[in-house]
């Protein structure tokens, strides 16, 4: 099996990268930081990161690659069945498609050319909308060890890449200690080194 990842520092398919090298197969890593050229068009017409291309052939969307990885490769990130794989299915869901969006909103809010006034009204309430869903994991964090349950799962590295995407959010004490976890993780540091990320979210 081939698999060549295309990424972008610190975007979210660094995801994708921190569990290829969780599961210790051989893969390629393109930085494909310049999304928008006709050769990356080609393999995804959307333009975006992470695109897997497994055997030749190209997978988007970050949740289902990384549940197809971890459905294919022995690993402890994704429990096989049962509600403890629920729980995983729906804290990776949740960053995926409810955390990851909503800050989606505020770089798209960073792009648009509003006046001030609609501006800063517009950041006001997509900030609070990303501060009630980080409200809403450390308030689980207070109750569980990580995101599913007892043990690491997928969704604690794709919280973890988000935290680091530098907006203004009050993490809470119980998401730092699981960011520190995670990113202690060789896996998560091999990741930082190649994409040339730092880690400032833990802090
Ligand atoms: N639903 C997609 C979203 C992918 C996505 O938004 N990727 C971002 C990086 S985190 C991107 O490529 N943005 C560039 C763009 O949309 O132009 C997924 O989960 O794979």
């Not at 494909?32 to 006709?38: A, N, R, S």
């Not at 995804?44 to 459905?71: F, H, M, S």
């Not at 294919?72 to 995983?88: D, I, V």
């Not at 501060?131 to 964090?141: G, N, V, Y």
């Amino acid at each position: 099996m081939s698999y060549k990842l295309y990424y972008k520092p610190g975007a979210c398919s660094m995801a994708v990268h921190v569990i290829l090298n969780e599961l210790n197969v051989p893969f390629e890593a393109i930085n494909q930081t310049d999304l928008k050229v006709p050769d990356f068009l080609k393999l995804n017409p959307r333009g975006q990161v992470p695109l897997l291309v497994i055997d030749g052939e190209p997978v988007k969307e970050g949740a289902a690659i990384i549940t197809y990885l971890l459905d294919t490769h022995a690993n402890e990130l994704m429990p096989e069945s049962g509600l403890e794989r629920a729980k995983a299915l729906e804290w990776l869901m949740w960053c995926n498609a409810s955390l990851h969006p909503a800050c989606g909103r505020m770089f798209w809010l960073s792009r648009q050319g509003f006046d001030e006034s609609t501006r800063s009204r517009l950041s006001q309430l997509f900030m609070s909308q990303i501060q009630t869903l980080w409200d809403e994991a450390d308030a689980r964090l207070a109750q569980t060890r990580y995101l599913a349950g007892d043990r690491i799962t997928a969704a604690d590295i794709l919280m973890a890449v988000i935290a680091n995407w530098g907006l203004p959010v009050a993490l809470g004490a119980n998401i730092k200690r699981v960011l520190k976890d995670v990113v202690a993780r060789p896996a998560y540091q091999r990741a930082l080194q190649v994409e040339q990320i730092e880690y400032k979210a833990a802090a």
